[in-house]
């Protein structure tokens, strides 16, 4: 049964840093492309960043780039997303998911929520 739980978001201030997970079961994070995107009511989808299935390339979206940076752990099956710099306008939830889920719009997992806040 395919199963992706997002933890480790919360509360921040402007300029602060967060980890977040994913844990991933019913198939390997080494077999698809995978991804992080966020939804906010204002924004609605955004594509973050995407690593292939052999792990060589992590692309991201313009503004995540240089701020965000995705990794994941092939024996734990798990993706994280390193936040750094985090800004009012990050504020969403956030999930994770196969890249060919995601561009449909198809979250199976229910996210973690970030709130950028003084």
């Known amino acids: 049964q395919v199963q992706l739980v997002e933890s480790g978001g919360g509360l921040v201030q402007p300029g602060g840093s967060l980890r977040l997970s994913c844990a991933v079961s019913?198939?390997?994070?080494?077999?698809?492309?995978m991804s992080w995107v966020r939804q906010s009511p204002g924004k609605g989808l955004e594509w973050l960043s995407s690593?292939?299935?052999?792990?060589?390339?992590?692309t991201y979206s313009g503004f995540a780039k240089d701020r965000f940076t995705m990794f994941r752990d092939e024996v734990k099956n798990t993706l994280g997303l390193q936040m750094d710099s985090l800004e009012p306008e990050d504020t969403a939830r956030y999930f994770c998911?196969?890249?060919?889920?995601?561009?449909?719009?198809?979250?199976r997992g229910r996210g973690t929520q970030v709130t950028v806040s003084s």
């Open positions: 690593i292939n299935s052999s792990g060589s390339r992590t």
């Open positions: 019913g198939f390997s994070v080494t077999s698809y492309t």
């Open positions: 998911g196969k890249y060919e889920d995601v561009v449909r719009g198809v979250l």
